[in-house]
């Protein structure tokens, strides 16, 4: 990665088991699209992460455009790992709100894909 810079301005503080590290490159939008994840302690010793994540770079369909995941996809992954921790043993008040507020912004995020597809702007670089 070029001009890799680590992600600081978290909510999470202290304890992380993992470092995010993303490539500080604009790109479409003002977005990042190029993340990686390293375990704390292998940074150093072991540059390999331990997720390397290429978003959506662009508009879907527009040519040049770089395809990568969704934010909605990462979040459809945590969502079902919550609901599945609801239905065991470690189930929690925290982890309740948390989904519902995981799936609030999976509704918003849907509600803006719906509204660039009702005007005919879905896939492409326009307002």
Same mark, same amino acid.
């Given at each position: #990665? !070029?001009?890799?810079?680590?992600?600081? #301005?978290?909510?999470?503080?202290?304890?992380?088991? %993992?470092?995010?590290?993303?490539?500080?490159?604009?790109?479409?939008? %003002?977005? *990042?699209?190029?993340?990686?994840?390293?375990?704390?302690? $292998?940074? =150093?010793? #072991?540059?390999?992460?331990?997720?390397? =994540?290429?978003? $959506?770079?662009?508009?879907?369909?527009?040519?040049?455009?770089?395809?990568?995941?969704?934010? $909605?996809? +990462?979040? !459809? =992954?945590?969502? @079902?790992?919550? $609901?599945?921790?609801?239905?065991?043993?470690?189930?929690?008040?925290?982890?309740?709100?948390? +989904?519902? @507020?995981?799936?609030?912004?999976? #509704?918003? +995020?849907?509600?803006?894909?719906?509204?660039?597809?009702?005007?005919?702007?879905?896939? *492409?670089?326009?307002?």
């Amino acid at each position: #990665m !070029e001009n890799k810079q680590k992600l600081t #301005m978290t909510i999470q503080r202290e304890d992380n088991l %993992n470092t995010i590290v993303f490539d500080d490159v604009i790109g479409p939008g %003002n977005g *990042r699209h190029h993340y990686q994840i390293f375990k704390n302690e $292998q940074t =150093i010793i #072991m540059p390999e992460p331990l997720l390397d =994540i290429q978003f $959506q770079c662009g508009a879907r369909n527009e040519e040049n455009s770089i395809s990568g995941v969704l934010d $909605q996809d +990462l979040l !459809e =992954i945590v969502r @079902h790992r919550l $609901q599945a921790f609801q239905k065991g043993d470690f189930a929690s008040r925290e982890s309740a709100c948390a +989904l519902t @507020h995981i799936e609030e912004a999976l #509704m918003w +995020l849907n509600k803006r894909k719906e509204d660039r597809k009702e005007r005919g702007v879905l896939g *492409r670089h326009v307002k």
